[in-house]
């Protein structure tokens, strides 16, 4: 078993003794006492271990549904993706308003200062404690804005003020946010230990407050305020904004604790194994998973059908997504024109054969090895002497010449909801050597924040600040990482800058909120995306491709949708919260 921590609530067993005469005044040995959490060590330990274990990190969440990263086998429809989400209809993975959690930290760090443990342990889960909470209230703003700030613990049998029920400025959220997050780095010790990923320390801290500040920069950037400022940052805090991200992201990478990994030789297979190789010298903080009591089912639902115990292939990646990388060389490329019957080429790979690694290791295609054997998804032979798309046939139950008519990890095999509805299918995140597995036994670890997002982030921000030298460093550290050409002072770009977040992240939950805080989802997102469909030419044993719609209908993004609705059942819990604009 790997060497993990087990994120489970503490119930310890007390150790002790009593005389008969005590009998029926025993403590019961099943439960802690309010009395006993705040004394002991371990179990304010546990306390926090707990906190952690419900942090929103999103991990395995399929917020790729949401992008243009992918489809589902399914089909996709929701009320995000076609357009009609309301306050009565909101997708559940996008949802997050958890104010018990902020309540349980609130009871943690009015207490923390009592409690009769070493001033050194106090500062350590104090600033943990604030991390998670500073978090927790971020994930909220992403979805909503402003939203309402309770930093105290409220006696649940007293009427709850007013102040406590109305919705914050988005700018005064952001605020406390990134004072959360100035103190908890204070707080939390500089020594890192390559195992445990899901502790919290003072660069865990000093990274998601560069995220924090750049979520708030971009949507003082490019987002307006509205309702009194219940949404929306003041544009003239832009800079502000992104001076901090910077600032907090170079702390990060000066202190030269952590690297980018570079285990692999093979610019694609480093890729992989980022995710794979875990505790890696990249990753400052981690949702950790074992597969025994702590566990998912990523490769059960997303790895091909074959190798996941007949499940898997539900998640598709979109040829919009895949055209949208960058050649090694930098540039890119229109490859519509090579998607006919007069362009021949060996296998899936070949057509893209010179887009950017990181590709590779995160898409399968035609032709892609796979734990022990080719991905073959081609779904129709074309019989003729020349390729004539009128004489495929592709019928799942026949062959041709002895050969199948469509390939076994096909769209067109039996059992729909099973299959790519792309002709891709998903590499990333699935780990080869442990296939096939049962459901939910998964263990590869989620990273919450690794050192490529600090770079990132710096490149962003400082491109932003027109510190343009400072950017292309930064910006340049991925790009080197990953195999693909430098950008210098004349060719970093916005634009770049959005390709290397979407190919070095891709589904890591991430391009959904980017395009958010970008503003430009109503620009990506209202499409119909596409596919392709792989056709085997058995004359030339070679491949090639017609495009198809990989979804069944136009997404269509609309403009209230850069804010979630506040629900129905909300608004009629607390009257006082003001719904999000066009809703």
Known sequence: MKNKILIIVLIAALSLSYSCEDVLDRTPLDKVS???????????????????????????????????????????????????????????????????????????????????????????????????????????????????????????????????????KELEIHEFIDTELTTSAQLLSAIVAKKPTARINKWTALALKSRANLWAASIAKFSTVQINGIVGVPADKANEYYKKASDAANEVINSGVYTLYKGKTDKAVNYQYIFLEEGNSEVLFAKEYNG??????????????????????????????????????????????????????????????????????????QGSFFVNDFITTYEGIDTAKVPTPSKIVNNPNLSYEGFKHVGVDSRLVIGDDKTTNSGFLVRKWCDESKLPIPAVTSQVDWPIIR?????????????????????????????????????????????????????????????????????????????????????????????????????????????????????????????????????
């Open 34 to 168: 309010d009395s006993d959490v705040w004394v002991k060590q371990s179990l304010l330990e546990g306390y926090v271990l707990d906190l952690i274990a419900r942090f929103p990190s999103g991990a395995f969440r399929d917020e790729f549904l949401f992008t243009d990263e992918g489809t589902g086998s399914s089909g996709n429809s929701n009320a995000l993706t076609t357009g009609t989400m309301s306050k009565g209809s909101i997708p559940a993975d996008l949802e997050y308003w958890n104010y018990e959690y902020i309540r349980d930290c609130n009871i943690f760090l009015e207490k923390i200062g009592t409690t009769p443990i070493s001033d050194a342990a106090k500062k350590q889960l104090e600033g943990e404690v604030r991390f998670l909470r500073a978090v927790a209230y971020l994930e909220m703003a992403k979805r909503y804005g402003g939203v309402p700030l309770v930093t105290t613990v409220i006696d649940p049998y007293a009427p709850i003020a007013d102040d406590l029920k109305v919705r914050k």
């Open 292 to 365: 025994i009591e702590v566990k998912h089912d990523w490769d059960h639902w997303k790895a091909p059908s074959r190798f996941a115990s007949g499940q898997g292939s539900r998640c598709n990646p979109t040829l919009d997504f895949i055209l949208r990388y960058e050649n090694m060389d930098g540039t890119t490329e229109d490859y519509t024109k090579y998607f006919n019957e007069k362009n021949l080429y060996a296998n899936g790979l070949e057509i893209f054969k010179n887009k950017d690694p990181r590709l590779f290791a995160t898409v399968l295609f």
């Open 451 to 583: 050192l490529a997002e600090v770079y990132l982030t710096k490149a962003e921000a400082d491109f932003q600040l027109g510190n343009t030298a400072a950017a292309v460093t930064a910006l340049n550290a991925t790009r080197s990482r990953a195999g693909i050409s430098l950008v210098d002072d004349k060719t970093i770009s916005m634009q770049k800058i959005q390709t290397e977040w979407m190919a070095e992240f891709a589904f890591e939950n991430k391009r959904f909120w980017d395009l958010r805080r970008w503003r430009i989802a109503d620009q990506v997102l209202n499409n119909q995306f596409k596919g392709l469909r792989i056709i085997w030419h058995k004359k030339s044993n070679k491949y090639y491709f017609l495009p198809l719609n990989a979804e069944p209908f136009n997404r269509i993004f609309r403009q209230e949708h850069y804010y979630n609705p506040i629900s129905n059942a909300r608004i009629n819990n607390n009257p006082m919260l003001v719904q999000n604009p066009l809703y």
